[in-house]
């Protein structure tokens, strides 16, 4: 659709002097075009409007690529939000480019209070502060951040861990697993960092139960009176 009408476009260059915009044309086979159109009125010595020239450039094969691009952005939003982890992605310079449902629910921050932040914020709902984590690892190695990390281990590119989160929920803590990978543009260059979540707290607590457990008949067995063996 175009932005104006005829007669808008001619009355705003009347009055302001040029006019900007997108119009909808036809083309001599009958075809409906996109036009980037300028208008600009021409004046005599005398400063009366005498003509009024316009220049358009047809940009309808770029928006149809735009449309292409938007509705492949827009299918690719709902496959991340699908998704039943947690989903984290930063681009090289550490801003938020990716932060989906299953993150929001994990954190209770929106994804509009999140993408494009840097400075570390995506890692207060975490931590409770701004601070280094394990995506760092993709752009640099630092020991120090990867001792923040248990069971950390690496294949190829791609890193895993678990943590312990103290501010997740409210501040109650919970434990996650971290798979990260380096984002890579079509050269093969690291442009950003990619990370999925995952809330093993049930799992870390039903493995403390069996170890507790196991503890517990390791003692009776070494302390019980009546001779037994397994």
């Known amino acids: 659709e175009s932005d104006a009408t005829q007669q ?115 890692t207060i709902p975490f931590y409770g502060e701004p601070r280094s984590q394990l995506m760092d690892l993709v752009f640099m190695d630092d020991p120090a951040i990867a001792a923040r990390y248990t069971n950390i281990a690496r294949e190829g590119d791609t890193v895993t861990a678990e943590a312990f989160c103290n501010a997740l929920y409210h501040e109650r803590g919970a434990w996650i697993f971290v798979k990260i990978s380096p984002l890579r543009d079509a050269r093969g260059q690291v442009v950003g960092a990619i990370e999925i979540i995952r809330d093993i707290t049930a799992r870390k607590r039903a493995e403390a139960a069996l170890r507790q457990s196991q503890e517990l008949f390791s003692l009776f067995m070494r302390h019980s009176p009546i001779y037994a063996y397994i």
């Open 8 to 122: 808008e476009i001619v009355e705003a260059t009347l009055t302001q002097g040029v006019w900007s915009g997108k119009v909808v044309n036809e083309r001599a086979d009958g075809a409906a075009i996109m036009v980037d159109l300028r208008t600009t009125l021409v004046r005599d010595e005398k400063d009366e409007p005498v003509a009024m020239v316009g220049i358009g450039t047809d940009i309808t094969e770029r928006m149809q690529v735009e449309q292409a691009l938007r509705a492949s952005q827009r299918q690719l939003t709902d496959i991340i939000d699908f998704l039943p982890d947690a989903m984290l992605a930063i681009d090289q310079d550490k801003r938020v480019i990716i932060w989906n449902k299953a993150i929001e629910t994990m954190t209770g921050i929106p994804a509009a209070q999140m993408l494009g932040k840097g400075d570390y914020a995506y």
